[in-house]
């Protein structure tokens, strides 16, 4: 009876270790779950920031500021501007058209 009584005994400290074990362990990966849950909050913020910062970037006034100032680009004035006219209806009849497809019937080869 001795013996069983100490091999229940042994029994109960080692599952009793066990579950300690299983605990240190189960608050161990909550913890890491919460840090990495932070983290991923973290990088959400700066994606929706550089999404932000893109945008401004993108924006009409910031992209004709860098053409002026790295590309040395300039607003088209009157003064530089060259208009071409569109040839009139009878100078377009005038010009000589394209060669009509050529048809072969039968015959000798």
Known sequence: MIRLNLLLLLALVLSALFLVRVQ??????????????????????????????????AAAARVEQFARTELAMRPAAPATTRYVREPAAGAAAATPAAPAAVTTTGGAR
């Not at 189960?26 to 983290?39: F, T």
């Open 24 to 57: 240190y362990d189960s608050r161990r990966l909550y913890s890491e779950l919460d840090r990495e849950v932070a983290a991923a909050r973290q990088l959400e913020t700066e994606s929706e920031t550089l999404k932000v910062i893109l945008r401004a970037q």
